[in-house]
């Protein structure tokens, strides 16, 4: 299945800043009810504020293994409900434009320039693969992040890390709404008559 998550650009309707992003995902039955995963996406967050302009940005891509629990009815049932690990990692750059900082005497201000950084987290994953047309699939999922490492700054810190969520925060969550295609094609028999 190839997928889109519709959710990564809309995400400033229920996030604070200006985020958003776009992701793409891939995964194959190998064995049965196991579904490798390949995740890979790019995304932004903005903050404009009276006190400062930061933004945030980069790639990222996770891999994984999806196990589903469902029964299937017959052979071509394809309906998926799924538990999964996965590990991330993204590399990205931050600047803070401009930010002005008051104290009882003054105030002062200044920028930073872009900074590149790089962070790894692993997710545990649940969700759903429903098949709404032949070979269409609609499916949702909720993700745990538990943060491994990332690279950090003595000024300004890292405040965001694409694919992730917050720094600051050893756990995240979150949510997506995927549209997936199944491709009409067993690539397992057609690596195996290529060997």
Known sequence: RVGYDVTRPIQYLWNIGDRYGSEISFDMEVAPNTFPVFETGW?????????MHYRSSGSYSRLGVDYNFLVAEHKNDKDILFMGIRYGFTLAKQQVESF???????????????????????EIVLGTRIEVLKN????????GKIEISHKDFDMPPVYFIPGYGKAENGFNFDFSYSVLYNLPVDVLKVFKKGE
């Open 100 to 122: 002005t900082s008051t104290s009882y005497w003054e105030q002062s201000g200044g920028r930073f320039p872009s900074q590149n950084f790089n962070a790894h987290w692993a």
């Open 43 to 51: 995304e932004a967050q903005k903050i404009n504020s009276d006190y």
């Open 136 to 143: 269409v699939f609609f499916g949702w999922s909720i993700r």
